[in-house]
């Protein structure tokens, strides 16, 4: 599980690691457990271009359907097929094996939040 202390975050309930160009993504657990269980998860493909802000892909749950937003500009690296698989990793685990994709970035856009930012967002 990643430290969440240590992680950025979007007003849109994602998470992102940070490692140099690359930004490992999940939903955070207050989005995980407002969406319910999860059903469905689609993602961008591997090698697809995302633009910040746009919608990439669907997290579908017994409760709603969520969009899944691009974090940041960038490529798709790779993709999580045990979500894809098990869309029940994004309850059980949404900061470890529930992460969702991996994108190589340029730059960070403005407006990612710390921890204390996003706490305050969703109340906690």
């Known amino acids: ?5 240590a992680l950025k975050y979007t007003p849109e309930h ?3 690691d940070i490692d140099g160009d ?3 993504v999940g939903i955070t657990d207050y989005a995980a457990d407002k969406l319910g269980d999860v059903v469905f998860v689609e993602l961008p493909d591997v090698d ?3 633009a910040s802000g746009t919608v990439v892909g669907e997290i579908e749950s017994t409760k709603s359907v ?6 940041v500009d960038g490529t798709v690296t790779e993709q999580n097929t045990d979500v894809v698989d098990d869309p029940s990793l994004v309850n059980s685990d949404p900061f470890g094996a529930g992460w969702l994709i991996k994108v190589r970035f340029d730059a960070l856009p403005d407006g990612l939040l710390s921890w204390d930012e996003y706490s305050v967002l969703v109340g906690e």
Do not use: R, S
């Not at 599980?1 to 202390?5: H, L, P």
């Not at 969520?66 to 974090?71: D, M, R, S, V, Y």
């Open 14 to 16: 994602e998470w992102l």
């Open 66 to 71: 969520g969009e899944l937003f691009a974090p």
């Open 48 to 50: 697809g271009t995302l």
């Open 22 to 24: 690359v930004a490992t």
């Open 1 to 5: 599980m990643a430290d969440k202390t």
